[in-house]
């Protein structure tokens, strides 16, 4: 069990599941043949012209609490569309999750960075044909932008088909169990942690600022799913708004430079994070050692 260290927190993994995406998704042929020695130094794991992204959980044990961050896809959904590879998933998740040393029912919050189905699935489970929370004990965090954006109920709610099904049987159940607490965009829940507004990828997306004995993480969520995105922020993929998305990257890169804070996304294949350094052209990627 690989355990990091930032200040007095101690931060554990939980990994659901490894996909294989089209490299396509963020570099289109021609900037390939173009940046062949880039791509070579950039997205080393791109191989036959698939790179990996990894469904993975952050568990962060501080301020004597214990915070889950991001909880994957979630067994038992109806998936379709291009989210068809998480449709009726059984996986060994919550296994995972209690190799680390964790308690389901030890966690006190819960923290979806943003409400796409990859981040908080596991927020709940079946049983005995209903939805009930994952995390009977927790308080659920949502961002009150993110949270609107995506209840159907809303007047002129915009629906995109990969992410059908989520609000109901991920997000509506929490707050019928009484456990959600609709947050503001900035927003400090323990001495160390504050939610941030990084809105673009989703228009009430948010990153979870670690602050302790001087250092800093940022979970940053779906900023960044490559490593890539560091050295080349306009590249983007699918989002709810495509220029609000690279500004808030291009922003939130400066401050990972400028703080050396540790940068933990939702999707980094191993080391799974590491730091945003400022280089001739920008910025490139520390990873982890
Ligand atoms: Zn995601």
Same mark, same amino acid.
């Given at each position: 069990?690989? %355990?990091?260290?930032?200040?007095?927190? @101690?931060?554990?993994?939980?990994?659901? $599941?490894?996909?294989?995406?089209?490299?396509?998704?963020?570099?289109?042929?021609?900037m390939?043949?173009?940046?062949?020695?880039?791509? &070579? !130094?950039?997205?080393?794991?791109?191989?036959?012209?698939?790179?990996?992204?990894? $469904?993975?959980?952050?568990?962060?044990? %501080?301020?004597?609490?214990?915070?889950?961050? @991001?909880?994957?896809?979630?067994?038992?959904?109806?998936? *379709?569309? *291009?989210?068809?590879? =998480?449709?009726?998933?059984?996986?060994?998740?919550?296994?995972?999750f209690?190799?680390?040393?964790?308690?389901?029912?030890?966690?006190?919050? /819960?923290?979806?960075?943003?409400?796409?189905?990859d981040?908080? #699935?596991?927020?709940?489970?079946?049983?005995?044909?209903?939805?009930?929370p994952? =995390?009977?004990? +927790?308080?659920?965090?949502?961002?009150?932008?993110?949270?609107?954006?995506?209840?159907?109920?809303?007047?002129?709610? /915009?629906? %995109?088909?990969?992410?059908?099904?989520?609000?109901?049987? !991920? %997000?509506?159940?929490?707050?019928?169990?009484?456990?959600?607490?609709?947050?503001?965009?900035?927003?400090?829940?323990?001495? !160390?942690?504050?939610?941030?507004?990084?809105?673009?990828?989703?228009?009430?997306?948010? /990153?979870?600022?670690?602050?302790?004995?001087?250092?800093?993480?940022? =979970?940053?969520?779906?900023?960044?799913?490559?490593?890539?995105?560091? +050295?080349?922020?306009?590249? @983007?993929?699918?989002?709810?708004?495509?220029? $609000? !998305?690279?500004?808030?990257?291009?922003?939130?890169?400066?401050?990972? *430079?400028?703080? #050396?804070?540790?940068?933990l996304?939702?999707?980094?294949?191993?080391?799974?994070?590491?730091?945003?350094?400022? *280089? &001739?052209?920008?910025?490139?990627?520390?990873?982890?050692?």
């Amino acid at each position: 069990m690989t %355990v990091i260290r930032v200040g007095e927190a @101690d931060i554990r993994r939980a990994e659901e $599941m490894r996909i294989q995406v089209l490299t396509e998704a963020f570099i289109d042929k021609s900037m390939r043949r173009d940046h062949a020695s880039f791509l &070579a !130094s950039h997205m080393p794991d791109s191989v036959n012209g698939l790179i990996t992204m990894i $469904m993975q959980t952050w568990i962060i044990r %501080v301020d004597g609490r214990v915070i889950v961050v @991001d909880p994957c896809n979630g067994n038992g959904r109806a998936r *379709a569309g *291009a989210t068809a590879m =998480f449709n009726n998933l059984n996986t060994d998740f919550l296994e995972r999750f209690r190799a680390t040393g964790t308690d389901p029912a030890d966690v006190s919050y /819960v923290f979806c960075t943003h409400l796409h189905c990859d981040h908080c #699935g596991w927020n709940t489970q079946a049983r005995d044909g209903h939805w009930v929370p994952t =995390f009977p004990k +927790a308080r659920y965090l949502f961002v009150r932008k993110e949270y609107d954006r995506w209840d159907p109920n809303r007047i002129g709610h /915009v629906a %995109v088909d990969f992410n059908v099904g989520v609000f109901e049987d !991920s %997000v509506r159940p929490i707050v019928e169990a009484g456990l959600a607490d609709l947050v503001p965009e900035w927003h400090q829940f323990s001495p !160390s942690l504050q939610i941030e507004p990084a809105p673009g990828h989703t228009l009430g997306h948010a /990153v979870l600022h670690l602050t302790s004995a001087n250092k800093e993480a940022y =979970f940053v969520g779906d900023v960044l799913h490559h490593p890539v995105e560091i +050295a080349r922020p306009e590249i @983007d993929v699918a989002a709810d708004d495509k220029e $609000m !998305s690279i500004a808030t990257r291009k922003r939130l890169l400066e401050r990972l *430079a400028d703080s #050396g804070a540790l940068c933990l996304p939702a999707h980094f294949a191993e080391p799974h994070g590491g730091y945003v350094r400022r *280089a &001739a052209d920008g910025y490139r990627f520390e990873a982890l050692a």
